[in-house]
């Protein structure tokens, strides 16, 4: 799987990261938590007397009777309230890290040592976002087989405010191009061609240049702010004043300062037009 596929264009990969634990184990944490803070608040109910009637309590509260009832109500949500955010605390400590090679026919998933082969129109995707957004969960579906992610909890405090989402938000939009598609969606194009070479939207790289008789100018990408791309010319390599074409560059997976040849050929193309123009270097 490395290099071109079949011929016809060269793969792009993206890595993602996410929550150790599911979500499921999120539910047993937080409710766990909380049935101890309910047991600890029962125990200092008992043992302190108010639980047990007046002739038991402490002398203060037995002349004041009402702060004893105050006690009682406001320290049940502490013991639930603090137990639960420390079960979601704890979930969120540990994170796992997964790639998705893409092809045009399919993609090969590589997460938890398991590599995973999703055939184009096999997949369905479910996401689905709890009211307290803490997390989102994906769902993915493939003949036999059901894969769980969260977002990671960790990546969400290193990138709070980030347009673009997190890694495995993104990593799961890539994959939109494999699920099953209704048939009304069937009729989207998720390619074009482009003097004769095949671009997949969302999974070639602009690698496919490499050995074409075009290239991409990398050095001057025009950045548009809050836009999850760039554009980039492509020039003809004998007369480079000659662009021939203007293509969009993912670029939700880089951070400002990545914005070189390096990283932008290894980033899918979003969008492609043929031009014929002069514009000088």
């Not at 090969?108 to 689905?128: A, M, Q, T």
């Not at 003097?195 to 074409?212: A, H, K, L, Q, R």
Request: with cysteine; hydrophobic share 40%; proline share 5%.
């Amino acid at each position: 799987m490395e290099g071109v596929e079949s011929g016809r264009f060269k793969m792009s990969i993206v890595n993602f990261r996410y929550n150790k634990y599911s979500e499921g184990t999120l539910y047993i944490m937080v409710l766990a938590n909380i049935l101890i803070g309910l047991l600890i608040y029962a125990a200092i109910m008992y043992y302190s007397g108010i639980a047990r009637g007046p002739e038991y309590a402490p002398e203060y509260f037995r002349t004041h009777a009402e702060h004893a009832v105050y006690l009682m109500f406001g320290l049940l949500p502490v013991f639930t309230l603090i137990p639960m955010w420390m079960g979601f605390r704890s979930w969120g400590r540990s994170e796992k890290t997964g790639r998705i090679d893409l092809y045009e026919d399919y993609a090969v998933l590589y997460f938890d040592n398991k590599e995973i082969c999703i055939n184009k129109g096999e997949l369905r995707i479910k996401s689905v976002s709890p009211r307290s957004h803490w997390y989102n969960l994906y769902i993915l579906k493939i003949p036999k087989k059901k894969i769980k992610f969260c977002t990671s909890i960790i990546e969400s405090k290193e990138k709070r405010g980030y347009v673009f989402g997190l890694s495995l938000d993104i990593a799961m939009d890539r994959l939109e191009y494999y699920r099953k598609q209704k048939k009304r969606d069937q009729s989207m194009s998720h390619s074009a061609t482009f003097y004769e070479m095949e671009i997949v939207f969302g999974i070639t790289t602009p690698e496919i240049f490499d050995n074409s008789p075009y290239y991409v100018e990398y050095n001057s990408p025009v950045i548009i702010p809050g836009a999850p791309f760039v554009t980039c010319l492509i020039r003809d390599r004998k007369e480079p004043i000659h662009v021939v074409g203007d293509m969009e560059i993912d670029i939700r997976m880089l951070n400002k300062n990545e914005y070189d040849e390096n990283a932008l050929r290894k980033q899918p193309i979003l969008a492609i037009v043929e031009l014929d123009e002069k514009i000088g270097l």
